[in-house]
DNA sequence: CGCTTGACCGGGAGCGGCTCCCGGTTTTTA
DNA sequence: TAAAAACCGGGAGCCGCTCCCGGTCAAGCG
C-alpha cells in the first residue's frame, strides 16, 4: 500500500498532480483509509504509470478517459487503440519537425550576430533583425 | 497599410492573436485611423513577424517584452541577445529528444499490439498493456 | 500526556497564451 | 438602403496543471 507521497515518488508525478489526475476520474476505485486518505496498491501505481505514458504520448484528460474506456474493452478494441495512437505519433513528429526549424532559425540568427560582431555585415536595427523571414 | 485582416494574412497570425499582442503592448505605436481602427505599416509587419519568430523560439511574452527592450538597446546588447537565444536553443533541443522518446514508446507499444493480435504474445490487460515502463 | 510537525483532505483561485464571445460602431458590398 | 463584414474594447473560458486555503489526523518527541 502506497500513500500520496509514496505514489508520487514510485510515479514522478507531483502530489498536485497525482491529486488532480484522482480529481478528474482517472484513477478509478481508489481505497481510503479510516482517515479517508488514500491508499493506492500496486495495480494503481502502474494505473498511473500508464496515464503518465498517455500523457506523454500527447493526449488530453478527455482523450485519456476515451482512451482508457477502450482498454476496458478488451483485446477487441486494439485496431482502434492502435490508431489513436498513430494519430499522437504524427502529431508528435510534425511537432518535432517544427521545433528542429525553430533550432535552425536561432542557429541561423546567432549566425547573423556573428557577422555583425565581427564587423562583416553591417547592423540593422530591426528587433531581432529578421533576414530569414519569408 | 494594412488593416488588422491584412496584418493576420501578412504575419500568419490569428485575429484574436494579433489584438492579444497590441493589448500585451508587443507592438508600439500603432496609428489609428478615423475610425479608431488600427493601421499597420510595413515596419510594423515586420515588427510583428520578429514577435512570431521569437515565441517559436519558445519565448513567453514577458521574455519577449525584454528582447524588444535589449534590442532597442542597440548592437551592444548582442552577446547578451545571443545568450538568450542559446539558452532557448537548449531547451528546444531538449524538448525534441522529450518528444522522440515518446514516438519510440509508441513504437514499442504499437509492436506489442501488433504481436498481441498475431497471437505472438498473451493479452495483458493493463490499461495500456505496458511492458516497458521504467 | 500534551505539542509540534508534517502529510493529507476538498475546494477554489491563478497561470500563460491564447480563443471565443459580447454589444456596439463603421465600412463595404449588393 | 439594407445586409454583411470588419473592427472595437472588455471580459470570460480553455487546459493541464500549480498554488493556496483552512481544517483533520497521525507520528514522533520531551
Known sequence: MYTMKQ????????YET???YCKQGLVPNVKRDAANRRCF?????????DLVCLRNCGMGIDDMKRYIALCMQGLESIPERQEILAGHRAKL??????????VAY???????YRDILAG?????????????QG
Not at 106 to 112: A, G, V
Not at 120 to 132: A, E, F, G, Q
Open 41 to 49: 496498491d500496486d495495480r494503481d501505481i502502474r494505473w498511473i504509470r
Open 7 to 14: 505514489a508520487c515518488e514510485a510515479t514522478g508525478l507531483s
Open 106 to 112: 536561432i542557429d541561423h540568427k546567432d549566425e547573423l
Open 18 to 20: 497525482l491529486k488532480y
Open 120 to 132: 562583416k555585415r553591417p547592423y540593422v536595427s530591426n528587433l531581432i533583425d529578421c533576414s530569414n
Open 93 to 102: 513528429v510534425e511537432r518535432i519537425e517544427e521545433l528542429q526549424g525553430y
